[in-house]
């Protein structure tokens, strides 16, 4: 489904205090709070209060502009050279990120070796002089027959790879064709039997296969009339979710306005955690989110999880509006050992084949009363030969049925630096080996996994 597709208004069950209300613009699309700073106890959750602004426009927009150069568009091309600048101008205004590409195109014969088209700003840009350049060139000629190439102009804005590798991937994507002539297809297109039966086929290409792939790239096409085929460019433009409109006395008032009307409408909000992000995230309620106007607020809980050592752990969330990044949030959790248990106090000691295959022994002691304890650990392997001795011993916790206790605490690795560790022991009753079994992480990497013990014996007391 196209990025932009035209939507019903919010009804009044999404207001206040509903998960999307309309408010008044916050004046960009932001995340409150941000940046998120939480501290949380080992493996603890928090819960957040997140609001998602988006505004009505977008920071960014990739626009091209495509216009048919064939014979009977003189008047038309005239008007482009006239108001290129303003246009430009005008959008940026709106929206500061708006970048554009200039499109030339005749049908097939005119120009067999590009199929029609003349991609004149080979990659999007920002200065008006660029577009003004551009469209100053234009000249109207040619165009043997009533339809023209509008295929492959579909095609080449989302499949050209130059201009592709130019696209900035927070943008919105526009594509805003004027012209007067339907496009090529035999016979007509399913989505837009308005255009007529028009050979012959353009080679390799149809309306329909053009606008999916517009779609799947999410570029909304909006089209400018400037002849007698509104009803067939509307049903091209719906397609994607754009509009097509008759052309006026000021194609900047004509663009500007399809492009307000299509970014205005929010068909799905996504959150996106960052990739690698240590922090267990979940949102309630869970996204998607959507279908909305803008501007508007979408109100969710964020709930922090956070991981089983102590440490300081950053992730991002990325708010993407129907395909495109809108809003980022930065989250920063300092996990600290959990509450000691009263009375808590653990002795150990035996051997283990840790995750790696290696040989390994252990053996410590700790007491929540006082915090006191002496904790060792070797891997006698290959793969990781190391020797851990605490340095302290921060939290002992025990759990209610008292079979099981993790211990939190700084230690060197083979005598040097500090490290955060946590031991994770079981006793599953007399004899140990057999039944207890041991766990070690440490904030270099190392995770012995959860082993039974293979001689020695763990007691919680």
Avoid at 130 to 157: K, L, R
Avoid at 435 to 461: A, C, F, K, P, W
Wanted: contains cysteine; proline residues 7%.
């Amino acid at each position: 489904m196209s990025r932009f597709i035209r939507l019903l208004a919010v009804t009044a069950t999404l207001l206040a205090g509903s998960l999307l209300s309309s408010m008044p613009a916050f004046g960009a699309d932001t995340f409150t709070p941000n940046p998120v700073v939480r501290t949380v106890p080992a493996g603890g959750t928090v819960d957040v209060a997140k609001t998602l602004h988006l505004d009505a426009l977008p920071g960014a927009a990739d626009i091209i502009i495509a216009i048919d150069t064939t014979g009977s568009m003189g008047a038309a091309i005239a008007q482009a050279k006239a108001q290129a600048t303003q246009l430009c101008t005008d959008v940026q205004n709106q929206i500061p990120g708006a970048r554009f590409a200039v499109f030339d195109f005749k049908d097939i014969p005119d120009r067999p070796a590009t199929q029609g088209v003349l991609i004149l700003t080979p990659v999007f840009t920002s200065a008006c002089a660029a577009v003004q350049t551009a469209i100053n060139g234009m000249s109207a000629g040619g165009g043997g027959d009533f339809a023209e190439a509008y295929n492959p102009v579909f095609h080449d804005a989302y499949s050209d790879p130059v201009l592709n590798a130019s696209r900035n991937p927070n943008a919105v994507q526009f594509l805003v064709v004027l012209g007067d002539a339907p496009p090529h297809n035999t016979p007509a297109p399913a989505i837009a039997p308005a255009c007529g039966n028009q050979p012959p086929a353009d080679p390799g290409m149809t309306s329909d296969s053009e606008i999916a792939g517009l779609n799947a790239n999410e570029i909304t096409l909006l089209m400018i009339n400037y002849g007698s085929v509104l009803s067939c460019y509307q049903q091209l433009s719906g397609a994607t979710g754009g509009t097509a409109v008759n052309a006026g006395g000021d194609l900047s008032t004509d663009i500007i306005n399809q492009i307000n009307a299509a970014a205005a409408h929010i068909d799905n909000v996504q959150l996106v955690v960052s990739a690698g992000c240590p922090l267990g995230i979940t949102f309630t309620p869970p996204p998607p989110y959507g279908p909305a106007t803008a501007p508007v607020n979408i109100n969710f809980t964020e709930s922090l999880t956070a991981p089983a050592l102590v440490g300081v752990y950053s992730c991002t969330v990325t708010a993407v509006v129907d395909g495109t990044a809108r809003a980022t949030q930065d989250i920063t959790v300092t996990v600290v050992p959990p509450a000691s248990t009263e009375g808590c106090k653990v002795t150990y000691g035996g051997r283990i084949t840790a995750a790696n295959g290696d040989m390994a022994t252990f053996g410590g002691n700790a007491k929540a009363n006082g915090l006191q304890g002496e904790e060792e650990y070797q891997d006698h392997g290959t793969a990781a030969d190391l020797n851990v001795h605490s340095i302290n011993v921060q939290a002992v916790v025990c759990s209610r049925d008292g079979k099981s206790a993790s211990i939190f605490g700084q230690a060197t690795i083979n005598g040097s630096g500090t490290f955060d560790y946590r031991i994770d022991v079981t006793d599953n009753g007399e004899p140990g080996a057999g039944s207890d079994t041991y766990r070690i992480r440490l904030s270099n990497g190392y995770d012995s996994g959860t082993q039974v013990l293979e001689g020695g014996n763990i007691q919680l007391h």
